[in-house]
T-cell receptor, first 113, second 114 residues
């Protein structure tokens, strides 16, 4: 059984650029959630995908968007990058949407210059 | 501000002692609470959860206590080991997880002294 994997692990972008982060969920999990973790802070909920549809969203602007594919893998897209978008982006999969037992990947560290 | 917070940013304990990590929440509507452990360079790892209809739940070497009267949550780790060194987050949710996501606190860094 493979765990949650994310790519890339690190990347550097400049302001105004766009980025796509990828996540493969744990085998058997149909739900994916994305979180943003700034340095020294707890993770903040961006959105959740269930059965390829956005199932819930936190307080993030529309330039944060996502996709979930039939194999339950997922992408996070961020347009018009800002300096404050620099953070660790965590993907978490779960067996179903209404659980707090999330299985996190190791994250993608994004630096915006 | 965040509705979930921690009393202390850093906690240092001797190996073998018990650790108690505290958490306060302010949202009376929260009915589901979870503890996560995050080791350096890794994603958070689920430890234990508790729903608001309980005041205590035990796992392997860990106990979570919930006091709804004062909106306080604690995680007790028995016989602390070097592998317990990590940042510990409490998280809350209204109505059991899912579409609202989890609201995490800022975390407590647990340091184990040899």
């Amino acid at each position: 059984e493979t765990g949650v994997t994310q790519s890339p692990t690190h990347l550097i972008k400049t302001r105004g650029q766009q980025v796509t982060l990828r996540c493969s969920s744990q085998s058997g999990h149909n739900t994916v959630s994305w979180y943003q973790q700034a340095l020294g802070q707890g993770p903040q909920f961006i959105f959740q995908y269930y059965r390829e549809e956005e199932n819930g969203r936190g307080n993030f602007p529309p330039r944060f968007s996502g996709l979930q594919f039939p194999n339950y893998s997922s992408e996070l897209n961020v347009n018009a990058l800002e300096l404050d978008d620099s953070a660790l982006y965590l993907c978490a999969s779960s067996l179903e949407p209404n659980t707090g037992e999330l299985f996190f990947g190791e994250g993608s560290r994004l630096t915006v210059l | 501000g965040e509705s979930v917070g921690l009393h202390l940013p850093t906690l240092s304990v001797q190996e073998g002692d018990n650790s108690i990590i505290n958490c306060a929440y302010s949202n009376s509507a929260s009915d589901y609470f979870i503890w996560y452990k995050q080791e350096s360079g890794k994603g958070p790892q689920f430890i234990i959860d508790i729903r608001s209809n309980m005041d205590k739940r035990q796992g392997q070497r860990v106990t979570v206590l919930l006091n709804k009267t004062v909106k306080h949550l604690s995680l007790q780790i028995a016989a602390t080991q070097p592998g317990d060194s990590a940042v510990y987050f409490c998280a809350e949710n209204i109505s059991g997880g899912g579409a609202d996501g989890l609201t995490f606190g800022k975390g407590t860094h647990l340091i184990i002294q040899p």
